[in-house]
């Protein structure tokens, strides 16, 4: 029999080594969770790499994006208008591994867009801020009277304050200081600088700037941006306004324009030229005494009742302006209708009617302007006539861009003017901050290639 003295002892050796086996435990224990953490950092470090160099891939497919864009426009056999459809990559191209999209907007639809659409965007299409009169601006869907006025304010040459404006005299109050420009605006994030320009006058419910209503700009309180989830788009006045768009001044040829207000001579010599000497004096004796007075080419062509085929003729050489460029007129090929009824002359009516008769049209049909003869009265084309245009020279370039497997999303959007003969980016902004713009097609089709 055991002495109790060794049982005592026998019980201390067993305690001794059960205590060293929990020790044990726990050191095993201990290092497998180190294990699983470094094992977890090195996963998340590995996808950190992936991401970053699918990143990397999407930067680099947004220049070529860009070379491509400025070497189609720059050897485009229709220079002054937009590239046809067919003939450019606008939607998934490859570049590498990686691809780009060009998120573009649907001016033809009278309703809210309901998906992405692709393609570049004439700035034409656009009301220029720092032409535009006062009432254009106040017509602008979602801007007030009283930042209309700011925005005159700011962007002439004076001090005197337009009613409901600012001039230097508030600007100066504000913490910190500064001074009202009185001169042009040179970017669209000078708004930001004016009265009453908040962001969510800017931009609306269009948080990603894509002008399509997303999921989360249509779910109230739910999800930024606030919204009030009606199911329709309020896209901020950003959507409709540019401060870039200008053309020549010239014809294509480069040969200077006839001043129709002030060389009565050598639009007589055009007319004769073209039309005959009996023509030449029908059109002449239709216009009367009112040359000193007209607006635009197209109240000479309304007053001198021509036909689409004879002002066609005739269009390029002919302008009111002084001047190497006319900046500010509006494309009434690709505008959208909301931007139409903004035009002195126009209402929501006849921008529908525009915007419904150009669909029909070919190419070469809505290169001069006449075509609006037939749809908008005497009145209504001598009032919009100074405004319109069917050349752009500016297109905006949204590209965005993911890597091989969807990761890496990039997103810049671009500026690309032609109206010097050649193509150069004459503004650049970085939108990857702004969100996914894609839509959520895109994103499905990711979705599987981005959890491998």
């Not at 998906?115 to 017509?139: D, H, Q, R, W, Y």
């Not at 009202?180 to 605006?185: A, I, L, Q, R, V």
């Not at 320009?197 to 989360?216: H, I, K, M, R, S």
Request: glycine share 8%; with cysteine.
């Amino acid at each position: 029999m055991y002495h109790r003295d060794d049982i005592k002892k026998i019980r201390r050796c067993r305690g001794q080594r059960g205590a060293a086996l929990i020790i044990v435990m726990g050191i095993c224990l201990s290092l497998v969770v180190v294990a699983i953490y470094f094992s977890d950092s090195m996963l998340m470090e590995y996808r950190a790499s992936d991401n970053s160099l699918e990143g990397r891939e999407a930067a680099q497919a947004i220049e070529g994006a860009r070379r491509y864009l400025c070497n189609l426009l720059k050897n485009s056999a229709n220079a002054g208008y937009m590239p046809d459809e067919d003939s450019y990559e606008m939607e998934k191209a490859q570049v590498n591994k990686a691809a780009f999209w060009i998120i573009g907007r649907d001016t033809n639809s009278i309703w809210d867009a309901k998906t992405v659409t692709f393609g570049l965007v004439g700035e034409s299409s656009k009301i220029n801020i720092n032409t535009a009169p006062l009432e254009m601006l106040e017509a602008i869907p979602g801007m007030t009277a009283e930042v209309a006025a700011a925005i005159v304010d700011w962007r002439d040459s004076d001090s005197e304050m337009t009613a409901g404006g600012a001039e230097s005299n508030y600007y100066l109050a504000l913490d910190p200081p500064y001074n009202c420009k009185n001169g042009p605006f040179e970017s669209m994030e000078e708004l930001r600088l004016v009265l009453g320009c908040t962001p969510a006058l800017l931009y609306g419910e269009d948080e990603n700037q894509n002008g399509v209503l997303d999921p989360n700009e249509d779910d109230g309180d739910k999800s930024k941006p606030a919204d009030n989830a009606d199911g329709l788009l309020d896209a901020g006045i950003l959507e409709y306004i540019t401060v870039f768009s200008r053309e020549p001044n010239q014809r294509a040829d480069g040969s200077a324009r006839i001043n129709i207000r002030t060389q009565q001579r050598e639009l007589r010599e055009l007319l004769q030229q073209t039309f005959g000497q009996e023509r030449a004096g029908q059109i002449i004796s239709s216009i009367g005494s009112a040359f000193s007075n007209l607006r635009s080419p197209l109240e000479l062509c309304v007053r001198g009742k021509m036909t689409a085929e004879e002002f066609e003729r005739i269009d390029d050489a002919l302008t009111v302006a002084a001047g190497q460029y006319i900046a500010g007129l509006v494309n009434v090929n690709t505008a959208s209708a909301k931007v139409l009824a903004c035009i002195p002359g126009l209402n929501e009516s006849l921008a529908e009617k525009l915007v419904y008769s150009r669909i029909d049209k070919s190419p070469d049909e809505l290169k001069c302007l006449a075509w609006v003869v037939g749809i908008l009265d005497d009145n209504a084309c001598f009032e919009a006539g100074p405004y319109l245009t069917t050349r752009t020279y500016q297109f905006r370039a949204d590209v965005a861009a993911v890597g091989e497997r969807g990761r890496g999303y990039r997103r810049s959007l671009m500026i690309i003017d032609t109206a010097g003969g050649s193509s150069a980016v004459v503004y650049r902004k970085d939108m990857s901050r702004f969100g996914w713009a894609l839509g959520s097609d895109v994103r499905k089709e990711y979705s599987g290639a981005a959890n491998e």
